[in-house]
């Protein structure tokens, strides 16, 4: 059981991926459609592109869409509706007629008061229907009174603006007529609606018409032939097709070879999916072993997928309104060209599976890949988002129409109202900076916009905060970032990320300002009065500092990660040398009292701010250096970190560090304006 706990904690990380790598597969085959995939492709109005097609089975024939929608009518018009007659509202109106008689007559007078009696159950014999009543169906209707079923004629029934109509009808010409106005206004103050539809029965009885609709017509042998070569795809050869597709895909999901479709797209996107990380695991390490990455960007690829399939049960014209190139978008940002050009190809290769053309779709979509990577340099400009929503939506509209003028000679009308489609998509990659926030909410990744905003001095309080509290760390952070940014510039490093981690590196030192060399003033060191073990703590603390400061100001953890590692596990030189000096030897020290606790730089950004930190404040303390004591400083101050190891966990390569070396002693010369020693 040991042996197992141990196992389990030491590949919990790999475990882990191969819980996302199997959950991946199984969502991906849960949105893949449910049948075989018929292996030819066709358009309505186009040429058939493949040899003659013979029907490799019995088959039926499916009516249009146009066909069943007009049977649905047909079928509607004749179901007869329920309605209920309210004996409890009848009843209520026919004592508000007793009461409010009087009210309208100038006398009561008994003759005029039977008459209007019979009016109101004449008026109510079969119900009044409420104004916004529309009937649908047969004109015969069934009410229900007392639990009887009446089959009724609707015209039977009035309705509460009826009133006029019905006393013209029955008071016309009758000793009664001079009253007509009295009991127009008596009947409109009492009449009421007291029959409603009853909505289950009805509907009961119109799912049942409707269930009873054939959805098929004819049938077609086995050996007939269905489309020829080069034959035009419409009217009922279309149908045909259409009619074979949704057998084969039936046919074949429905019986033996179900096992086998579903192991077939199995091993197919198992595939897909493990060649990706092993891209990944290649080309991005530090990506690979990063799992909440490999989980973020596992999670857009589904995601996609599952856009394009819901897209796709609406309608499949749809398709196109699926904005895909956020995809790209959003894992340029957060990671690079390279691996957000090639997820977006794994994802094409999934989607391939369930859209209709595929060709033509995976053409559009990787021509609008490699538009998206191209014209989005920065995603923090408005305007540019703009225009490459608008690239992006041209390169569709052109790529498309090209496709239509090769299948048809002729841009037909009916294509032209894709565009409207691909409008659609540029809309959609417009929210890809919501996208993006929320993304770094939810997964706690960075991105450039943040970074910029992390970057203002004038708006980070916690910048505004570190100039006060430690004006000469401040200054040294800001000649670090300039540092630091000049050596990613120059190995191909992210140099934003690596400039706004340098501002915040040494925040820790805002606790205790006054122990560190750039912020003292006078010639008098507070460390002067402590032991070096006490100043070596201080020292030390302002990486522990730094990042409490960090996590309690929201901070991403990626900045938070450069404040860990920009000393690495090295040692406080200074006080441990003069510990050794106090005591005359190095017995009994405690060395980890004087270092570090790390880690190591991981990266090569990481990498990159260390030795732009330890350069620029060890450089201070040089006096009147040559340009030759700048170079010999700068080479024995990163070869010792290489030496120590400091360097050893991070992505950086030798010669990246002789072309840092170079880098270095360029700004040190420039930047503290360094004189040229002249022979003599």
Avoid at 168 to 175: G, V
Wanted: charge should be neutral; aromatic fraction near 14%.
């Amino acid at each position: 059981m040991k042996k197992l706990l141990n196992f389990l904690y030491d590949y919990q990380s790999y475990i882990y991926k191969a819980f996302l790598y199997i959950i991946s597969c199984l969502l991906i085959l849960y949105l893949f459609p449910k049948g075989g995939k018929f292996k030819y492709e066709f358009q309505k109005g186009k040429a058939w592109q493949n040899e003659t097609l013979f029907a490799p089975f019995d088959f039926s024939i499916l009516k249009s869409e146009e066909e069943i929608n007009k049977e649905k009518e047909e079928v509607l018009k004749q179901t007869q509706e329920y309605l209920v007659f309210d004996e409890v509202t009848f009843s209520t109106i026919s004592n508000n007629y007793v009461d409010n008689f009087d009210s309208f007559f100038p006398s009561f007078d008994e003759k005029l008061f039977d008459y209007g009696k019979l009016l109101i159950e004449e008026f109510y014999k079969y119900g009044v229907l409420p104004l916004s009543y529309n009937h649908i169906g047969n004109n015969n209707i069934f009410l229900i009174r007392e639990k009887n079923f009446i089959e009724v004629p609707i015209d039977s029934l009035y309705k509460p603006n009826d009133i006029n109509s019905f006393l013209d009808k029955n008071i016309t010409n009758t000793p009664f007529d001079k009253f007509k106005l009295n009991y127009y206004n008596l009947f409109f103050e009492i009449i009421t609606p007291n029959v409603s539809i009853d909505e289950i029965k009805t509907e009961e009885v119109r799912q049942e018409a409707l269930n009873s609709i054939s959805y098929k017509k004819g049938l077609i042998p086995k050996g007939e032939r269905i489309v020829a070569e080069n034959e035009v795809v419409e009217g009922i050869i279309y149908q045909k097709l259409l009619s074979l597709q949704n057998e084969y895909k039936s046919e074949l999901w429905n019986n033996k070879n179900l096992f086998w479709i579903v192991l077939g797209y199995g091993i197919l996107v198992g595939i897909t999916l493990f060649m990706f990380l092993v891209f990944i695991q290649k080309y991005r390490p530090d990506v690979f072993e990063d799992n909440k990455q490999i989980a973020f960007i596992l999670f857009n690829i589904i995601a996609m997928i599952a856009l394009t399939t819901v897209i796709l049960k609406i309608n499949a014209t749809y398709v196109y309104t699926v904005p895909l190139a956020i995809l790209i978008i959003v894992l340029k940002v957060f990671f690079d060209a390279r691996l957000a050009f090639f997820t977006h190809i794994i994802t094409l290769l999934l989607i391939g599976f369930i859209v209709p053309n595929s060709f033509e779709y995976i053409f559009l979509q990787v021509i609008v890949g490699i538009v998206g990577i191209t014209t989005l340099p920065n995603l923090y400009s408005r305007t540019s988002v703009f225009l490459s929503a608008g690239q992006i939506t041209l390169t569709y509209i052109l790529s498309y129409l090209s496709f239509v003028m090769i299948h048809d000679g002729i841009i037909r009308k009916e294509s032209l109202s894709t565009i409207v489609l691909f409008a659609v998509n540029g809309l959609g990659i417009l929210f890809v900076q919501l996208l993006i926030y929320f993304y770094e909410k939810v997964f706690r990744l960075v991105s450039d916009i943040s970074l910029l905003e992390l970057s203002d001095h004038t708006n980070s309080k916690l910048l505004k905060e570190l100039a006060n509290k430690a004006p000469g760390t401040f200054n040294h952070s800001l000649q670090v970032a300039n540092l630091a940014e000049a050596v990613a510039n120059e190995i191909g490093a992210d140099a934003l990320l690596v400039r706004v981690a340098a501002y915040y590196h040494d925040i820790g030192k805002m606790n205790n300002a006054q122990y560190f060399s750039e912020n003292i003033l006078s010639k008098v060191s507070p460390h002067d009065i402590i032991s070096p073990e006490e100043s070596a703590k201080i020292i030390i603390n302002h990486v522990i500092n730094g990042i409490k400061i960090a996590k309690r100001n929201n901070l991403p953890e990626q900045i938070i990660d450069f404040i860990r590692t920009h000393h690495g596990t090295s040692k406080v030189s200074y006080f441990y040398q003069k510990e050794i000096r106090n005591r005359g030897n190095e017995e009994n020290i405690a060395v980890e009292k004087f270092t570090y606790p790390g880690p190591k730089p991981f990266s090569k950004e990481t990498a990159i701010l260390m030795m732009a930190d330890s350069i620029e404040a060890a450089v201070k303390s040089l006096k009147d250096p040559t340009n030759e004591d700048i170079q010999k400083f700068i080479h024995r101050i990163i070869d010792t970190q290489l030496k120590d190891g400091q360097l050893s966990n991070a992505n950086i390569t030798l010669a990246e560090i002789e072309i840092a070396k170079k880098v270095l002693i360029k700004k040190i010369t420039t930047l503290y304006n360094i004189r040229v020693a002249y022979p003599e």
